[in-house]
């Protein structure tokens, strides 16, 4: 169980947060508050639970205080996209859910676990969770437009995985056992954190593989800026690129590494028109992979004999996640449109003594699932359409912007395995929707009247 230390750190994450926009620039406060709650504050289940309410939480704290204090900042204008489309997709983001309890009122029973119909009275707790999900999307778009403001986040990354890096050299050598030292218990599942000999580390997040796309996000901001760097500084971010690297490796994340080590000589070398065309074609994956897998479309056997001759272990372990995804796709299209809703209703169960028969490793097989279609495409189309949009208006944008969307993209690739949801996501994603806005043309001024001549 939580110690009292999490408790009371999590109750003065809004003083923190007010004292960086005290001293801060709006989005590098921004920026720092988000970043550093996600990487310091304890994860789930510590937490402050309020009646009818959302957890307030290490993902809910940091978001509601910046969300105060960029209110003030901005005077309260300005904080929702300009296009339509996005902000239809934001509407659907916010309130299918209120739908999906609409549609779930009665139990399910599967042997002796039955678990609860939906209540309408919980549809305000979830809008507003999917509400402080989108904060730092709706800050980012708001704050960090700029080309400039770009490269602010990717020195973030850079700075806050090297913050890191003690903590994940620690545990490597130690064990992961920071959580449990520090608010006094471990957050997952510590079996999930042997591999092979050593350990991955998990630090204050949630899993082991969070860890891992931290850093690689890092190597890949980090290359990003040695590659725009002049002077001294050059060869100082390369070899801050290289040491990450090392970093990553030690992580033990098959994933990550295969991820940065495409796109790490991608972003040092390509141009920034075949960067974003690349962004482009990662979103649309990740947007296209639900129906590719609907309609059997996914090579699945040459994916496992390409894993199989990297690691066996890794093959079993993708092939396990194949399985659970057709079980769980074909769940969901009994309820296709708005899902089955939370409390596990998703899932398969033993009818005889109730035991899951399901995982849910890919966030798109969790949103779709719980919310349905229509909120597998609010949550996606809220993270892919800006670089489409991008892409459409600057083929060729500020070499950091481009690199932002790749990192993205990527992102979004990785949520089709896994979970990695994070601030990050969402920070990157109302950047580029940021910088693509700006790239409207200016509206036309109303032509005079007409005027009669007596």
């Known amino acids: 169980m939580p110690n009292v230390f999490a408790t009371l750190v999590l109750l003065a994450w809004p003083l923190v947060t007010a004292a960086l926009f005290l001293r801060l620039s709006p989005g590098r406060a921004m920026l720092a508050s988000l970043?550093?709650?996600?990487?310091?504050?304890?994860?789930?289940?510590?937490?402050?639970?309020?009646?009818?309410?959302?957890?307030?939480?290490?993902?809910?704290?940091?978001?509601?205080?910046?969300?105060?204090?960029?209110?003030?900042?901005?005077?309260g204008r300005g904080l929702l996209p300009q296009s339509l489309a996005m902000r239809a997709l934001l509407l659907a983001y916010l309130l299918s859910p209120v739908v999906t309890i609409a549609l779930n009122p009665e139990p399910l029973a599967f042997g002796v676990r039955v678990l609860p119909g939906l209540r309408l009275a919980e549809a305000p707790g979830l809008v507003v969770q999917q509400l402080l999900l989108a904060v730092p999307f709706l800050l980012a778009r708001a704050l960090l437009q700029s080309g400039a403001a770009h490269r602010d986040l990717l020195a973030a990354l850079v700075l806050a995985a090297l913050a890191y890096a003690f903590p994940i050299?620690?545990?490597?050598?130690?064990?992961?056992?920071?959580?449990?030292?520090v608010y006094g218990f471990f957050q997952h599942d510590f079996r999930q954190m042997i591999r092979g000999e050593g350990y991955r580390p998990i630090v204050f997040l949630y899993h082991g593989l969070w860890v891992a796309f931290?850093?690689?996000?890092?190597?890949?901001?980090?290359?990003?800026?040695?590659?725009?760097?002049?002077?001294?500084?050059?060869?100082?971010?390369?070899?801050?690129?290289?040491?990450?690297?090392?970093?990553?490796?030690l992580c033990k994340s098959m994933a990550a590494i295969l991820y940065t080590t495409l796109l790490a000589p991608f972003l040092a070398l390509a141009p920034r028109r075949l960067q974003m065309a690349a962004a482009v074609a990662m979103a649309g994956l990740a947007l296209a992979y639900p129906a590719l897998k609907g309609a059997d479309l996914v090579p699945r056997e040459a994916i496992l004999a390409r894993a199989e001759a990297i690691s066996p272990d890794r093959a079993q372990s993708l092939?396990?996640?194949?399985?659970?995804?057709?079980?769980?796709?074909?769940?969901?299209?009994?309820?296709?449109?708005?899902?089955?809703?939370?409390?596990?209703r998703n899932q398969l169960y033993d009818l005889r003594d109730g035991d899951a028969l399901t995982v849910s490793d890919g966030r798109w097989i969790v949103v779709i699932g719980i919310f349905?279609?229509?909120g597998f495409l609010a949550e996606f189309g809220l993270l892919a359409l800006p670089v489409f949009m991008l892409f459409w208006r600057q083929a060729a944008p500020p070499a950091a912007t481009a690199a932002l969307a790749v990192m993205l993209g990527m992102n979004l690739?990785?949520?089709?395995?896994?979970?990695?949801?994070?601030?990050?996501?969402?920070l990157a994603a109302g950047a580029i929707l940021g910088m693509a806005e700006r790239s409207l043309p200016a509206p036309r001024p109303a032509p005079a009247p007409l005027r009669t001549v007596m």
């Open 214 to 249: 931290l850093v690689a996000m890092a190597v890949l901001a980090a290359v990003a800026l040695a590659r725009q760097a002049r002077g001294r500084a050059a060869p100082a971010l390369w070899g801050v690129a290289g040491g990450l690297w090392v970093l990553l490796l």
């Open 413 to 426: 690739v990785d949520l089709l395995p896994n979970a990695t949801l994070t601030p990050v996501t969402f």
């Open 319 to 344: 092939e396990f996640r194949f399985d659970n995804e057709d079980v769980l796709l074909a769940r969901a299209a009994e309820r296709p449109l708005f899902g089955w809703g939370i409390w596990g």
């Open 35 to 75: 970043l550093a709650g996600y990487l310091l504050l304890p994860p789930l289940p510590a937490e402050i639970d309020l009646p009818l309410l959302p957890s307030m939480n290490k993902d809910t704290i940091p978001s509601l205080a910046a969300l105060c204090a960029g209110l003030v900042v901005l005077r």
């Open 372 to 374: 349905g279609w229509v």
């Open 169 to 181: 050299l620690l545990e490597l050598r130690l064990s992961p056992q920071l959580n449990t030292w």
